[in-house]
């Protein structure tokens, strides 16, 4: 009997000891997170981006202060899980009386919320969200718009909740659209704010980037060169629209669908929910002449970006908090692989960097990530390379030199909670760009061509 005894208490034992290492091991987070200097591959891939960056290690490695910060996080995650366990001891005594369901059904949505916390490296997220597509998407959850009182008028004549009343679903179905198209091809998240800034760079927000032809017959913005390959997203705008108008027939334009679908790519990509005013109504023209000079061009210096956003009535910060789009997607190699010849602005390109584009730009049609540690999402990572002249385009890297631009860099680098809270803004300024509302142009039926 004693040596029974001794037998169970030593197989108990060896748990104890294995059962905790064995859960260390699994306990893995996504590569790119880890920031480890000691990696020295680089993978980058994507549907139609295929990029290996083998032997170059392109990661930042963590300050002492992020490693406290995670640290402390950490710390704090197992107290509310203690914390938790005892209240779902305590709830689980009262099962029977109904008060205590509604805090049953919010522990468990807590619960969630504390596996949503894991990132995902595919799809980025872990701010806010629970539930749904949540589940799968961590940080993905739309606030419903509550209440029937309309929002004020912002950003030149659009509303908050603008299709509350007519079409309560359009942002919903949007969002799951958004969703579905990145669970196949996770490049397309970076692809439609591209299109959005495309869009209301060139005639204001109306749309008019989508459009294949015009009741004038010349060609469209979309033809021109500056777009051309570079902009993508087209099927997914019409496949959305299609369900938009079986559900709510005449009713969401393209240009708020373009609007609200860009939000969701950053959401899906990591940055916080934030509202989207509505209204925009779509324009009838569309005209490849109209491009040149009002898109930024990678080759552009300071002076030209300020003064075209100037134009487009955003400012300096604002400049600075967009340029971080670039924390995700890509850039072809014709629109950086020419600093490489040129000494002087060769200097202002990590060598390292340098020998990847050399090695990955054996086209110039190849792709390279702008964030090659973090290609899927929005982060200050992309800030951080910046400062040490790691950005792939000059016209990114030209903002760490100009002393109107530095320190919003450093700034946003440094604090990237600081940059979240000010980009759903700046991207509602750039979508309120010349914007046509009330009874000025038409709400289209298909993207792709004006109601006639
Ligand atoms: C201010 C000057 C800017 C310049 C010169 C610029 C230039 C470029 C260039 C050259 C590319 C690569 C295109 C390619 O080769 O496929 C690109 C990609 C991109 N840009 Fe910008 N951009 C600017 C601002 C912005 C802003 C304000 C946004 C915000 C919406 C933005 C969002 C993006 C995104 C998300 C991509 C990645 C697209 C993809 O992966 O499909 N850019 N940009």
Known sequence: MAAKARIVATIL???????????????????????DSSKTNVTISGDNNIVRANNYDLTIPRSDDEKRNERSLKEKKKKK???????????????????????HEHEHKNEHEDEDETFDPTIGGGQQGTGGFSRLFPGYNVPPI???????????????????????????????????AVQNDYTIAAAIPRLFLHDCFVNGCDGSILLDTTPSGERVEKLSGTNGVTVKGFELI?????????????IVSCSDTLAYLSRDAFV?????????????????????????????????????????????????????????AHSIGVAHCFNFLYRLDEPQKAQNIDPRLGNV??????????????????????DSVFYKQLLMKRGLL???????????????????????????NKFGNAMNNLGSIEVLTGNQGQIRRQCRVVNL
């Not at 104890?16 to 997170?33: G, Q, V, Y």
Request: net charge negative; proline share 4%.
């Open 357 to 378: 584009m050399r090695f990955t730009c054996t086209n110039q049609m190849s792709t390279l990530a702008f964030d090659a540690t973090t290609q899927y999402k929005m």
């Open 394 to 420: 000059e016209s990114d890297q030209i903002l760490t030199q100009d002393i109107r631009t530095r320190g919003f860099v450093q700034k946003f680098g440094d604090d990237e909670m600081g940059w979240f």
């Open 146 to 180: 509550t209440g029937e009182r309309e929002q004020p008028e912002i950003n030149g004549g659009l509303r908050e909740g603008f299709y509350q009343k007519t079409c309560p679903q359009a942002e919903q179905i949007i969002k799951d659209g958004l969703i579905r």
């Open 13 to 35: 034992l060896v748990c104890a000891i294995l059962l905790p290492l064995l859960a260390s091991a699994f306990d893995n987070r996504p590569e790119f997170l880890e920031h």
């Open 238 to 250: 019409d496949e959305i629209k299609a369900e938009l108008e079986e559900t709510c027939p005449g």
């Open 81 to 103: 899980k203690n914390k938790k366990n005892k209240k779902g001891k305590k709830s689980h005594e009262h099962e029977h009386e109904h008060e205590h369901e509604h805090e």
């Open 268 to 324: 899906a990509s990591g940055l916080p929910h934030y509202e989207v005013p509505g209204g925009r109504r779509d324009g009838t023209v569309s005209f490849e002449a109209n491009v040149a000079g009002n898109l930024p061009l990678p080759g552009d210096t300071v002076d030209q970006m300020i003064d075209l956003f100037m134009k487009k009535g955003l400012n300096v910060e604002d400049l600075v908090v967009l340029i971080g």
